[in-house]
């Protein structure tokens, strides 16, 4: 078992910054990728970065290069590091963390943000 607990998010104008984190805790050793999830009104939810056991990162295109996803080394923390917003990335952000062998998911509770044009 995995619990996650989000900070962060918040209302932002076009162009700002924000940092969303994740607290991680339980089974640790078990958790191979963790990730960050969005999902606006209306729309599927959608991976918007990963990092791996071994730090291996990847990004959504429409997010590469604004967005950093990081964690440190004891896997109890997640980031997720937002610059130069835009109004499109409104949506709720939800942390994520898949664990071996079963591929487990395990969600936050979702964190609001919303970029204002």
């Known amino acids: 078992q995995v619990q996650l607990v989000e900070s962060g998010g918040g209302l932002v104008r076009a162009g700002g910054s924000l940092r969303l984190s994740c607290t991680v805790s339980?089974?640790?050793?078990?958790?191979?990728?963790m990730r960050w999830f969005r999902q606006a009104p209306g729309k599927p939810r959608e991976s918007v970065a990963s990092i791996t056991d071994g730090g291996t990162t990847d990004y959504l295109d429409s997010v590469k290069g604004r967005f950093t996803i990081s964690r440190n080394s004891v896997k109890t923390k997640l980031y997720l590091e937002m610059d130069n917003l835009k109004p499109e990335d409104t949506a709720v952000y939800y942390c994520?963390?898949?664990?071996?062998?079963?591929?487990?998911?395990?969600w936050g509770q979702g964190a609001q943000v919303t970029v204002s044009s």
């Open positions: 339980g089974s640790l050793d078990d958790i191979d990728v």
């Open positions: 994520n963390v898949r664990t071996a062998p079963m591929a487990t998911n395990y």
